[in-house]
């Protein structure tokens, strides 16, 4: 028997590739097409019958048509077309490329007298190469074998190859997922199964392939300043948009430092190549560049910014810039209108608390969404792309904002657990510059070394040291309480005192040059160690004012006109058991104000720290207006602290009085501040020389306002929520109600 195969039967065993394809109008009635003989030629039976037009459709089977493309290319070598006992030699090849992703196509020349149709009683094409049919960009004009044969696929002869030095300049090899790859593909969910399915079925292009059609497109058509979309809908003119980028980067940039110095956009062409890849991170720079600049660009900008994040929400595709604008804005909030506040909300602190919250939690959504996470695994040294490391930087400063935030405001972490990038710790025998840089190796910087690299180093050792308090001391209103009264903090509050220490020893000698990053630093260690310390503070109050009232409640007579307050510390600081915590804690909240009052406000830089700052400047000046008048602070030193406060709030009024001139109801952060901390101040003005007075002297003057002072002073009574309405505090007000 011979073994050869006619061209007959090879056409039967190759050129099917599908066991059935309906035309569209078997389509509408869910049914099959029947053909009269084996070839398979339209019209079917059903729109013979019913006098239809039999149409048949390219497929689109295995999913991303979206991003798929139309390429039919067939050999250049010589096709055999067998019909009628005679044959024709076909040669060249046509290649239709329509648009990648928006791109425009590129059309290859069509051979002269070539008949390219399928001939469908007996044809065998030798060829090898694979074909893949696209979905919505395909053209009328394509190749019509294509679209009359039902079976929509070539056949394959074994004897045919293919040089690859025969195709066009614009051809492009496709990758195929073979048995092999299928088989190694995990299957972890249901999403897996739905991918692995697609890819059996989905091509790529070689990435040089992409970008040569890109630079060919660049070259006929190049970009300007007018193409960039802050400048195509009018908000902004070209001369604008550079100075408020360049404004960003002089300003701003150091306190988030996510632009590597190589992409820096230092031209017009840098500039305009940066706003065309990065739109929604550019629209965010120039957000927080006009706060102060220009409120009508800024409120253009923002409802800009808020139209284009809308689409997050309804599955819009995020990337790694989007991510790292919605952190930028959530640290850098932007100016706040009584019309953006509802009237549920008393102070526009709640709004401004809500909002960053909310921009970090979609900010960190998205990255779990992209698989940032994962990227944490990777050791350093198995990342060498840019783009990876640029994920693992976004991903870090995903988790700094979260606890910084979320601790701020009193809610819960959005991100799940420590996985952060950080993998090579200072004190493990490297210096300091050493360990930033191989940590973040794109902030390195040939003008400032390694200090964008120190800075967001030193600043996750401080969030996770915050977090670790938070986690310790504060878990839950219930487990604070048992804290408190059982005194079981002290052995956690001593551990932190040794990592206090060893950081202050780390870090002392370093100095950043760019202002004010020093005081940022500092500012968030001491505010940490505030966190810690004044619960310590907080616990001794508690205890303290369930003995007083216990001891009323046994002796209703005895020092009946001596207010609750005066009993806190009747012998001082230094004579209770937690003396050691609460020295500490008015230390830190005395060096955070000394921070914005003596080197912050005398530079002019107090008026553009990021957001959170200001949460701890309200923290720390209102626990020592607490401190002073519980008697924490001694009499000898409550004039130095008082005045210390006055000038801090004077500073806090004349930067919110100046950026809030000729803006209509627009508001600075120190504004409502300012205002909160001179009411308390202005509250305690019957009391104005209880500071010249010992505690036991003083609380001769408090009898008649024993009411008052408890209602300042006393925990967990239903009027502590009247006073905290009133102060505009971005820290929940946890150390005085002990209220996580």
């Known amino acids: 028997m011979s073994s050869s195969v006619s061209p007959e039967n090879a056409a039967e065993t190759f050129l099917r590739k599908r066991a059935f394809k309906a035309c569209l109008h078997c389509r509408s009635k869910k049914a099959k097409c029947q053909f009269e003989g084996v070839d398979f030629n339209p019209p079917c039976l059903r729109c013979r019958r019913e006098g239809k037009e039999c149409r048949f459709v390219p497929s689109r089977r295995g999913g991303g048509n979206r991003n798929r493309v139309a390429v039919d290319t067939l050999s250049h070598q010589s096709v055999t077309q067998v019909g009628n006992g005679s044959s024709s030699i076909i040669s060249n090849t046509t290649t239709d490329i329509t648009g990648i992703n928006g791109l425009a196509g590129i059309d290859g020349d069509l051979s002269n007298g070539a008949d390219l149709r399928h001939n469908p009683t007996s044809s065998v094409i030798k060829s090898s190469i694979s074909k893949v049919t696209s979905g919505r960009n395909e053209k009328k004009g394509q190749l019509s074998g294509s679209e009359n044969n039902p079976d929509h696929g070539p056949a394959h002869s ?29 299957l972890r969910n249901p999403a897996d199964a739905v991918e692995m399915m697609a890819l059996a079925n989905h091509s790529q292009f070689k990435k040089g392939d992409i970008v040569q059609i890109q630079k060919q497109n660049s070259q006929s058509h190049p970009a300007q300043l007018s193409d960039v979309n802050l400048v195509r809908v009018g908000i902004l003119s070209p001369t604008e948009l550079k100075t408020y980028v360049s404004l960003f980067f002089n300003r701003y940039h150091h306190f988030m430092p996510i632009v590597p110095e190589s992409k ?3 031209n017009d062409q840098q500039l305009v190549q940066f706003a065309l890849k990065e739109p929604i991170l550019l629209c965010a720079m120039v957000v927080v560049a006009t706060r102060y600049e220009s409120i009508l660009i800024h409120k253009a900008c923002w409802k800009y910014f808020q139209l284009e994040i809308s689409s997050l929400v309804w599955g819009g595709k995020p990337n790694t810039g989007i991510v790292e604008a919605l952190l930028l804005i959530s640290d850098n909030l932007p100016l706040i209108t009584d019309a953006d506040v509802s009237t549920e909300d008393e102070e526009i602190h709640k709004y401004e608390e809500r909002l960053s919250w909310n921009l970090v939690g979609l900010a960190i959504r998205n990255s779990y969404l992209m698989g940032f996470d994962q990227k944490t695994l990777l050791s350093v040294s198995e990342v060498t792309d840019e783009d990876t490391h640029r994920q693992r930087l976004a991903w870090t400063y995903c988790y700094i ?5 979320s601790v701020r405001a009193g809610k819960a972490f959005w991100s799940r657990g420590p996985g952060i990038c950080f993998q090579n710790q200072v004190g493990f025998g490297l210096p300091v510059g050493q360990t930033s840089i191989m940590n973040f190796p794109t902030l390195a910087s040939s003008i400032l070394g390694d200090e964008n690299a120190a800075f967001v180093q030193v600043m996750l050792e401080v969030t996770q040291i915050l977090t670790n308090v938070h986690d310790s001391l504060y878990p839950s209103r219930d487990r604070t309480i048992a804290l408190a009264e059982v005194g079981d903090y002290c052995r956690l509050l001593d551990e932190f005192i040794r990592t206090f220490s060893e950081f202050e020893i780390t870090w002392e000698s370093r100095q950043w040059r760019i202002p004010p990053v020093n005081e940022m630093v500092w500012m968030s260690f001491h505010f940490s160690a505030l966190y810690a310390y004044s619960f310590g503070f907080q616990a001794h109050i508690r205890r303290a004012i369930a003995m007083v009232r216990l001891a009323r409640q046994m002796n209703p007579t005895a020092d009946g006109d001596v207010p609750i307050v005066a009993s806190i510390f009747p012998r001082g600081v230094t004579a209770t058991a937690d003396s050691k915590y609460i020295l500490e804690s008015i230390k830190a909240a005395t060096k955070i104000v000394s921070i914005c009052v ?10 553009y720290l990021p957001y959170r700052f200001y949460g701890y400047i309200s923290y720390a000046a209102v626990f020592l207006i607490k401190a002073v008048f519980t008697g924490a602070i001694s009499s000898s030193s409550q004039p130095a602290t008082l005045g210390l ?12 009085t100046e950026n809030n001139t000729s803006r209509q109801n627009y508001y600075h952060p120190c504004a409502p ?46 009027d502590l929520d009247q006073l905290n309405s009133l ?3 971005e820290v929940n007000e946890n150390w005085l109600n002990l209220d996580l």
Do not use: C, W
């Open 158 to 186: 074994p004897t045919s190859t293919v040089n690859s030095s025969d195709y066009s300049a614009h051809s492009y090899s496709h990758k195929f997922v073979d048995a092999e790859s299928i088989a190694d593909h995990d």
């Open 264 to 266: 820096m956009p230092l």
């Open 401 to 405: 904002f979260d606890r910084q935030t």
């Open 598 to 607: 003596n080197e912050l406000s005398p530079s002019g830089l107090l008026s």
């Open 645 to 656: 406060l006055d000038r801090l709030i004077r500073n806090l009024e004349t930067i919110g």
């Open 673 to 718: 501040i300012s205002e909160q901390l001179k009411f308390l101040m202005n509250s305690l003005l019957s009391f104005n020389e209880e500071h010249k007075h010992s505690p036991e002297e003083a609380s001769t003057r408090f009898g008649p306002d024993e009411t008052a002072n408890e209602f300042h002073f006393e925990l967990n009574d239903d």
């Open 727 to 729: 102060l505009t505090l």
